[in-house]
């Protein structure tokens, strides 16, 4: 951590301890900080001062809160080479998609920041002369979040910065393999004047026992999660107890399309950017590729030359453009993925070699078909299958054949066949002639198993207010 200039931004940082978490680089897996694991009872305690402080923070006007947010995005931009070195040095991803991260994080505070002074009601027009009938938004309290490892602060300010502006306090439980970029971003909105208690940051050497208790708790009116279906389910079930309010941002099995009547330039340079970013490790990465028949050899053969650029090792040093995976963990379920699909029949077009620590090649694997199992798996790693195609109709049937419905690509010049496949795509978010969709001002979010809310966008802060209905009588 030795580059970081603004030390301020590390002072949460522990020594080693049977208390402490250690934070690893995935370039090398050395240690590179600790933070401290709490307890239960650390962790009813911050619950308890976050109530406390969300009562009198609902009572700020909007624009007393937008202005703090304010703050806190000017900060996030004065600090981004900071927090980038922090995120590239923790999660992996190279520093200018790193920056980028920096830039799209601090979008959802800005963005929230404008969107709290709009939480307009209604009013209705009466089924009754001696009644006025009007709504009001209102924060839903205290909130909890679960942010993933693959996107340490975009995922933190898409469901903190929401919850804040609406008037709520939030406590936060970053993934433990990358709490440092959240800690830092948390201590720039202190900086920028949000009191301590209304965005807390836990960690402990239990998330199962975290997850447990911000489901459980009476006094925690709402909890967003993004990571895995199989977590979501699990924590689905939990909250029913409390009949707790939920979003859920959940895996993906985005199926990206190019039809042969598609700009096969523009379809590769949107292929590898959505494959590629962040080594493949995004819940709306393309995940398999369907590429229609007169086209495919085109395709396959410019996909393959582009991704044989792509420069892979340690982030922090220019021109690398594809980091390690988070683990080894990671590492080994994409490098079985690759084995089973090669043993299904699939071949090895590029790529498929285990590089030394947590580095996998980016990878293309041609001749895959419906049945092969990479197909229904969410790979999260540098892999792309490629499925060949005839038919309009089929290819519908099989990219909605899955579970999951987050993201969809496809690439074509016919208008017509735009509208149709775009509205028949089973999927919250779909992507017409372009790879990279996210943005803080659309809504993100997923249909089927991809988990249920909209994160970003005007829809964004809804999911932090309840509406209440007055009835005004004897008018
Ligand atoms: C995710 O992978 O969960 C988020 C990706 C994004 O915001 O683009």
Redesign the pocket.
């Known amino acids: 951590m030795e580059q970081v200039v603004n030390k301020s931004l590390l002072s949460f940082m522990c020594e080693e301890s049977d208390n402490a978490i250690a934070v690893y680089n995935p370039v090398n897996e050395k240690i590179i900080g600790y933070v401290p694991s709490l307890s239960s009872a650390d962790i009813y305690e911050r619950i308890a001062k976050s109530k406390a402080a969300q009562v009198l923070w609902q009572q700020k006007t909007a624009a007393e809160r937008s202005a703090v947010l304010k703050r806190w995005y000017d900060l996030m931009i004065e600090n981004a080479d900071d927090l980038a070195y922090i995120m590239t040095v923790e999660q992996g991803k190279p520093l200018a998609e790193a920056k980028g991260e920096v830039t799209y994080g601090a979008g959802f505070v800005q963005w929230f920041a404008e969107e709290g002074k709009r939480t307009y009601g209604d009013t209705i027009p009466t089924p009754a002369g001696n009644k006025r009938l009007m709504t009001i938004k209102q924060p839903v309290g205290v909130t909890a979040s679960i942010t993933?490892w693959?996107?340490p602060i975009?995922?933190l300010t898409r469901k903190a910065a929401p919850a804040l502006a609406a008037g709520c306090s939030c406590l936060v439980k970053p993934a433990n393999q990358t709490p440092l970029s959240a800690y830092a971003v948390a201590e720039l909105a202190y900086q920028a004047g949000l009191p301590e208690d209304l965005l807390i940051v836990i960690n402990s050497h239990s998330s199962v026992m975290v997850g447990e208790i911000f489901c459980n708790h009476e006094d925690i009116k709402k909890l967003s999660f993004?990571g895995s279906t199989e977590v979501g389910r699990a924590l689905i079930k939990q909250t029913a107890d409390t009949v707790k309010r939920t979003s859920m941002?959940l895996g993906g099995n985005a199926p990206f399309i190019v039809f042969d009547d598609a700009d096969v330039e523009a379809a590769v340079t949107g292929a590898v950017a959505s494959k590629f970013r962040n080594a493949g490790q995004?819940?709306?990465c393309a995940n398999r590729f369907y590429v229609q028949d007169d086209i495919y050899d085109s395709f396959v053969d410019k996909f393959v030359a582009a991704v044989s650029k792509l420069t892979i090792g340690n982030g922090l040093e220019p021109g690398i453009v594809v980091g390690p995976v988070i683990d080894q963990k990671a590492k080994g379920s994409v490098m079985k993925m690759v084995s089973t699909a090669i043993e299904q029949g699939a071949t090895i077009r590029f790529g498929g070699e285990s590089l030394p620590g947590n580095f996998v090649q980016p990878t293309v694997l041609t001749g895959v078909t419906k049945q092969m199992s990479i197909v229904q798996q969410e790979i999260f790693g540098p892999v792309a299958p490629i499925i060949r195609f005839k038919d309009e109709q089929d290819l519908i049937e099989q990219a909605n054949d899955t579970i999951y419905g987050l993201a969809s690509y496809f690439y074509t010049q016919n208008i017509n066949r735009a509208f149709r496949i775009a509205e028949q795509l089973e999927y919250g978010m779909v992507g017409l002639n372009e790879g990279i969709i996210?943005t803080e001002v659309a809504p993100?979010g997923g249909v089927k198993q991809s988990g249920f809310g909209r994160e970003g966008a005007k829809q964004g802060i809804e999911e932090y207010m309840n509406t209440k209905y007055i009835c005004l009588g004897g008018m």
């Open positions: 993933p693959n996107f975009a995922m993004t941002e995004t819940c709306v996210s993100f």
